[in-house]
T-cell receptor
Framework: GAGVSQSPSNKVTEKGKDVELRCDPISGHTALYWYRQSLGQGLEFLIYFQGNSAPDKSGLPSDRFSAERTGGSVSTLTIQRTQQEDSAVYLC?????????????FGPGTRLTVL | GNSVTQMEGPVTLSEEAFLTINCTYTATGYPSLFWYVQYPGEGLQLLLKATKADDKGSNKGFEATYRKETTSFHLEKGSVQVSDSAVYFCAHVPHSGGGADGLTFGKGTHLIIQP
C-alpha cells in the first residue's frame, strides 16, 4: 500500500507569509506525528495526534505554529508569519496503533525555505 | 530530561570493515530504542528496534542490543558495504504509560563507505 505522503515537497515563501503543510498518513494508521529537521537543531519532535486529538502541544516552537487533523486522516501544519528560522524540512510520520513500541513510518518531508 | 547522544562523524570506513556507532540515552523509565537510517535523497526509514532490556534488534546485517545497565544501544555491522553509506539516527520513545509519543533523536552519524 501507499506510504506516508506530504505536500508540497518544496515550499519557498517570503518572511511574514503564512504556510500550510499537508500530511497524508498510511491508511488506517491511528497516530500521526510532526517533526522538524534542521541543520542546527537536528530532528525535533513537534506534535502528535491520537485520532483527531493532540494531547500535548508543548513541542510546537512558538504560538505561530498550529496543527490539526480531521477525520482521523489528513493533517495540516500551519505556520503563521513565517520567519527565516522556520526554514527546515518538516517530516510527518504515522503508526498503526498507539503503543510506544509501534514503528513510526516517515514521509519524504516538505522542505520549507523562508526568504 | 530525555536525550540521545551519538557520534556525529562523518565516519569513513573501507568496504568490509567492522562498524560500530555508539549511542547512549537518558530517559525516565525504560524506553523503546530505535535506529533509523536516511539514505541519500531518501526519507527516514526504520533500521531496527528493541523494546525491552537485553533485546537485540537486527536487520540487513546490522545489530544493536538494549543495554539497560549502560543506557546504550550501539549499532554494529560485521562487514559494511558501499551501499550502507547513509546517515544513521539513534532514537528513543519513553514508556510513560500515556500511549503514543514522539521520538527523541540523536544528531545523526554520517557514514561513508569507500570501495
Amino acid at each position: 500500500g501507499a506510504g506516508v505522503s506530504q505536500s508540497p515537497s518544496n515550499k519557498v515563501t517570503e518572511k511574514g507569509k503564512d504556510v500550510e503543510l499537508r500530511c497524508d498518513p498510511i491508511s488506517g494508521h491511528t497516530a500521526l506525528y510532526w517533526y522538524r529537521q534542521s541543520l542546527g537543531q537536528g530532528l525535533e519532535f513537534l506534535i502528535y495526534f491520537q485520532g483527531n486529538s493532540a494531547p500535548d502541544k508543548s513541542g510546537l516552537p512558538s504560538d505561530r505554529f498550529s496543527a490539526e487533523r480531521t477525520g482521523g486522516s489528513v493533517s495540516t501544519l500551519t505556520i503563521q508569519r513565517t520567519q527565516q528560522e522556520d526554514s527546515a524540512v518538516y517530516l510527518c510520520a504515522s503508526t498503526v496503533g498507539l503503543a510506544v513500541t509501534d514503528t513510526q513510518y516517515f514521509g519524504p518531508g516538505t522542505r520549507l525555505t523562508v526568504l | 530530561g530525555n536525550s540521545v547522544t551519538q557520534m556525529e562523524g562523518p565516519v569513513t570506513l573501507s568496504e568490509e570493515a567492522f562498524l560500530t556507532i555508539n549511542c547512549t540515552y537518558t530517559a525516565t523509565g525504560y524506553p523503546s530504542l530505535f535506529w533509523y537510517v536516511q539514505y541519500p535523497g531518501e526519507g527516514l526509514q526504520l533500521l531496527l528496534k528493541a523494546t525491552k532490556a537485553d533485546d537485540k534488534g537486527s536487520n540487513k546485517g546490522f545489530e544493536a542490543t538494549y543495554r539497560k545497565e549502560t543506557t546504550s544501544f550501539h549499532l554494529e555491522k560485521g562487514s559494511v558495504q558501499v551501499s550502507d553509506s547513509a546517515v544513521y539516527f539513534c532514537a528513543h520513545v519513553p514508556h510513560s504509560g500515556g500511549g503514543a509519543d514522539g521520538l527523541t533523536f540523536g544528531k545523526g552519524t554520517h557514514l561513508i563507505i569507500q570501495p
